[in-house]
């Protein structure tokens, strides 16, 4: 008798289910509603004790999404209609606030397990059958099992010397105390300068005794442009909103707006000055996926790119030592191919008295003491140390689960030396397992919620589509899984993203192996790849 066989038999608690999805943040939670409106005995497992996936973890002071909030809901005419948001870029606690107001229109809690930390899932062939374990002591089982873990489930903690000895509070960014941490009167240090660094560097400058800002690398952030909105403005913009949600699948980023159509190379040296100042203007993330096609693929029109951030950025920093160590004249990777945060007043506070920048480059972290941060240049006496170091991004909340198909490898194993997964849902070797956001989709350039509709809805369709077809088994094809692989990094290859050590290319972790981890072909090609595979019975798909 197999493991998985003896533990069905042994465990007569054992809820058998038809989906299992983990994770109850947009993706799951769409899942959630989708699979149960077409008849199915569907359940959420979630680590966290509230809803929102990153947004019930990410509770730092100033933490916020970098999308609009307008675009970062469901598209369901039900869900926004009586919904608002009071700022274009919500922060945390709007996003719960949002996320409690879908589950009362949907009534998802009822089927969503809280608390409840899957950490192995073992395929059983015999029933082709996901048996699954959770931290809570619960096994469960299910035809499906679908990982919707989200980009950012596995945060980054470096392997800093004398991080233990450190006798005040330690917090990585995505692991903050869900009651709070108050920074008023503290002396603060914050480990990176990332989105996460970003934002809690410009909350703690206003209200730290002292701020110490530890950066490796600069930032190449953009202007927010963060706004109220008021009845006036959310009621102008809901006309618009059909129209936006329609747009969002047909741009590159899952966005209302797309790249332009014209190279920074085929236009006068005023026509890029006054494009550039347009989209500045704009801000998020316009300058950026918004600007001339060729900003991501050639150096030139990036370096021009750089050249005019830099200008934009030096000016609001008064220190010249400082604004170079922020803003280097000579740019350590092109502008773009680390993903830029959103700042609203991050320059600024450098040239505040409380607040200090280290540059790690030149003067790097020798040890954490009980007291603070030890560097060549001496000690920075700290209270609490924000490690604001970012995540195992793409795969990490995925290889962390103790996965194991039929033939006993584990799915990170499999990974070990670079991801095979088709159309970025689906690995060989791994039946019934499938997953939203996964590496080699377009993740990281893709929206959230819309790349949760549009996977979400692919999985339906295929889910219901094994079911017509009285299918028990689904498994990408290995040929087909190599040939998506080669694509992705193809289509990466052609790009200035391999110049950055970036958690798109899981270079931001040592050991991991250094490829592009998300499809940079667009949303439209990758949904067209989709549709193309659905269409032909899923092809690249074994059904039995
Ligand atoms: P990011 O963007 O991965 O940023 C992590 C930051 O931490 C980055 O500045 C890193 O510097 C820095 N870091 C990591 N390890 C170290 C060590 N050992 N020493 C010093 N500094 C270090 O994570 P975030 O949480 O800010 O943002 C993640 C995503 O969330 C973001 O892209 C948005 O999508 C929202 P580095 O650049 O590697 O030199």
Partial sequence: MSTTEATRTNNSAIEDLDVIVVGAGFAGLYLLDRLRSMGMAVQVFEAGAGLGGVWYWNCYPGARVDSPGPIYQYSRDDMWRRWQFGELYPSWQELRDYFHYVDEKLGLSRDIRFNRRVNQAEFDPAHNRWIVR????????????????????????????????????????????????????????????????????????????????????PNLALPMRQKKLDEDAIRRMKEKYPEMFDRRTKTFAGFDYDVLAKSALEVSDDERQATFERLWEIGGFAPWIGSFNDILLNEEANRAAYQFWRDKTLKRIKDPAIAEILAPAEPIHPFGVKRPSLEQHFYEIFNQPNVSLVDLRTNPIERVTPGGIRTAAGEHELDILV??????????????????????????????????????????????????????????????????????????????????????????????????????????????????????LGANIPGKPREMLSFTGGLPAYLAKCSESAERGYEGFALS
């Fill in 387 to 504: 490690l604001a170091t970012g995540f195992d991004a793409v795969t990490g909340g995925l290889t962390s689960i103790d996965i194991r198909g039929p033939a006993g490898e584990t799915l990170k194993d499999k990974w070990a030396t670079g991801v095979r997964a088709h159309l970025g849902m689906a690995a060989a070797g791994f039946p019934n397992l499938l997953f939203v956001y996964g590496p080699q989709s377009p993740n990281g350039f893709c929206n959230g919620p819309t790349c949760a509709e549009v996977q979400g809805d692919w999985i339906a369709r295929l889910l219901d589509h094994l079911r017509q077809g009285n299918y028990t088994r689904v498994e990408a094809t290995v040929a087909a899984e190599e040939a998506w692989r080669a694509q992705v990094l193809a289509l990466a290859d052609a790009t200035l993203f391999p110049r950055a050590d970036s958690w798109y």
């Fill in 134 to 217: 959770s931290s809570d002591g619960s096994v469960a089982s299910a035809r499906y099992l679908v990982l919707c873990t989200g980009l950012s489930a596995k945060p980054y903690v470096p392997d800093l010397p004398g991080l233990d000895d450190f006798t005040g509070e330690r917090h990585h960014t995505a692991l903050w105390p869900q009651q709070g941490l108050d920074l008023a009167g503290k002396r603060v240090g914050v480990i990176g300068t990332g989105a996460s660094g970003v934002q809690v560097a410009q909350e703690a400058a206003g209200v730290a005794a002292h701020l110490t800002v530890f950066q490796r690398t």
